[in-house]
Nanobody, 113 residues
Framework: QVQLVETGGGLVEAGESLRLSCVVA????????LAWFRQAPGKEREFVAA????????SYADSEKGRFTLSRDNAKNTVYLQMNSLDPESTAVYCC??????WGQGTQVTVSS
């Protein structure tokens, strides 16, 4: 059984940083793409960032370029999302996905103004 567990969310003030982690159990992530999505209250889920099986390949939502950095540690079967200069519009539940097939439950990020 494949499980994804996200951690690292919390309540921060605008301008602060958080680092989210997504640990994958039950499947080796080495040859898989991983991505983060988020969903704010009353809004549809939206893409945040993705990283290819070759870690040099990453992509970001336009709104997060320069603020968010995605990385992966295949030895730990974990992907990280470093989020800097957070603003209230970043408030959402952040979920990671393994090849868009498996999804975690998400971690809440709340940014106060």
């Amino acid at each position: 059984q494949v499980q994804l567990v996200e951690t690292g969310g919390g309540l921060v003030e605008a301008g602060e940083s958080l680092r989210l982690s997504c640990v994958v159990a039950g499947q080796d992530i080495t040859s898989n793409n991983l991505a983060w999505f988020r969903q704010a209250p009353g809004k549809e889920r939206e893409f945040v960032a993705a990283i290819g099986w070759a870690a040099a390949i990453t992509s970001y939502a336009d709104s997060e370029k320069g603020r968010f950095t995605l990385s992966r540690d295949n030895a730990k079967n974990t992907v990280y999302l470093q989020m800097n200069s957070l603003d209230p519009e970043s408030t959402a539940v952040y979920c990671c996905t393994l090849s868009h097939r498996y999804w975690g439950q998400g971690t809440q990020v709340t940014v106060s103004s």
